[in-house]
């Protein structure tokens, strides 16, 4: 197997830090970039040029890491928490701060960052461009109501990949597209609403998606799974 560089977006939070030491870990890998809104070369999920910068850097021989072509880019960004705003739980709740915050967090921004850092994936090799989405971002899988705003999020967030896969695609034959569904982990995300001892420890939520992503093959469009590697709907 040959030398690879990986790319995780969003690498200070409990999933993107694990899934930067995974890469660190991995003899394979001989290059990994961990970007978030406090590394060094940093970019603002509300910042759009702050990415273009990130992105421009990345691409340029002067740059902090030299010149990058990245087999796995992983935008672990996202939030449930905004502005000290939990998800709605009725509809009577609704209010449109805060919907456009969830949008502009969970949807727009990573949206943004796929245009920005799509062109940095291997053409000519196999390659994978996975985004954090969530299950209750499933239409189909919706049972229970609530959490409006992050819902419909998450489900314009598994939209907007979709159809940048498809175009991305027609260049990038061999890459895959994933919307991860990482389960419920141990984090800032998920503490007020499960005990820890319900929730899996990030790496080893890192290491499931791992697998389930490894084992994706392109097929021009994107692809909606869980950490267990199980198709959700869309």
Known sequence: MSAYQALVLGASGAIGSAFFSHFQQDPECSKVVGLSRQSQLHFELENEDSMAHCAAQLQSATGPFGVCHFK?????????????LGPEKRLEALNAKQ????????AVGPALL??????????????CYATLSARVGS?????????????????????????????????????????LQPGTVQSNLSSSFVAADKAMLPEHAVSKMMTAMSGLKPNGRAQFVDYAGQVIAW
């Open 114 to 127: 796929m245009k920005h850092f799509f062109p940095l994936l291997i053409t000519q090799e196999p390659a």
């Open 72 to 84: 796995w880019i992983i935008d672990a960004t996202g939030a449930l928490t905004l502005d000290g």
């Open 139 to 179: 239409i189909a899988d919706n049972q229970k109501g609530g959490w409006y705003g992050y819902r419909a999020a998450k489900a314009a967030r598994n939209m907007l990949l979709q159809t940048a896969a498809i175009e991305a695609a027609r260049k990038k034959p061999l890459c895959v597209f994933a919307a």
């Open 99 to 106: 919907l456009l915050r969830q949008f502009e967090i969970n």
